[in-house]
């Protein structure tokens, strides 16, 4: 067992639950504006639209626990996923590739809420550099180096092109970075220790297109 705060939480939590649990915490912020100070996985599953027994189970990575006849606490709850989700601790990252998709990410300032903040923003375009999106400013992609020494930053957001996806991704390995998260459809190949999260912009509109299709058929 590991220890996230005060909560005790499973070692390895299968990557569906975690996805889910930011639905919760969101849920959750909303019907403690409305006054809820209780409320139980059943209601929690009606309103959400998910199976109750799922609730429970997904909740219970928190180590967080109902109780009978009353459910859960609504304030204690948003503690525990804030902080077993780490939105409660501020985690610095560096963007590379300040393209459209890298613009967009340094202008949306939700990720800090989130417990994400993006310290500073890299590219190889003379004409992006020197320029600051949301309070972020864009260097020289070589300047990489010598920040990560002085700010040891454990987290890249990459988002240039696919065909120099790799490339970038081995520097950032190079330069202590522990985890990438990968917004190019590139394939990366990195050490095995290193954590990659792939949020590929093809793949999600391929699966929503053809969701879409098969309803109209």
Not at 6 to 24: F, I
Not at 50 to 62: M, R, S
Request: hydrophobic share 40%.
């Amino acid at each position: 067992m590991s220890e996230t705060g005060k909560y005790k939480t499973k070692d390895r939590v299968p990557e569906p639950t975690l996805k889910r649990l930011p639905g919760y915490l969101y849920y959750l912020e909303q019907v403690k504006e409305e006054g809820t100070i209780n409320i139980s996985a059943p209601t929690i599953g009606k309103d959400l639209g998910c199976d109750p027994t799922q609730v429970v189970k997904d909740l219970a990575v928190t180590g967080v626990k109902g109780k009978p006849r009353v459910g859960y606490n609504t304030y204690e709850l948003i503690h525990a996923l804030e902080d077993f989700l780490g939105f409660n601790r501020i985690n610095e990252a560096f963007l590379i590739g300040a393209g459209n998709l890298g613009a967009a990410l340094m202008a949306y300032q939700e990720h800090q809420s989130l417990g994400l903040r993006i310290l500073a923003a890299f590219d190889v375009d003379s004409k992006k550099i020197g320029q600051t999106i949301g309070g972020i400013h864009i260097l020289e992609y070589n300047k990489l180096f010598s920040l990560y020494d002085r700010l040891n930053v454990k987290i890249g957001i990459l988002t240039t092109p696919n065909h120099v996806a790799q490339d970038v991704a081995e520097d950032l390995v190079n330069c202590g970075i522990k985890a990438i998260w990968n917004f190019t459809s590139a394939k990366l190949s990195l050490p095995e220790e290193i954590i990659v999260q792939n949020t590929s912009m093809s793949s999600y509109a391929a699966v929503l297109l053809r969701r879409l299709n098969d309803a109209e058929k």
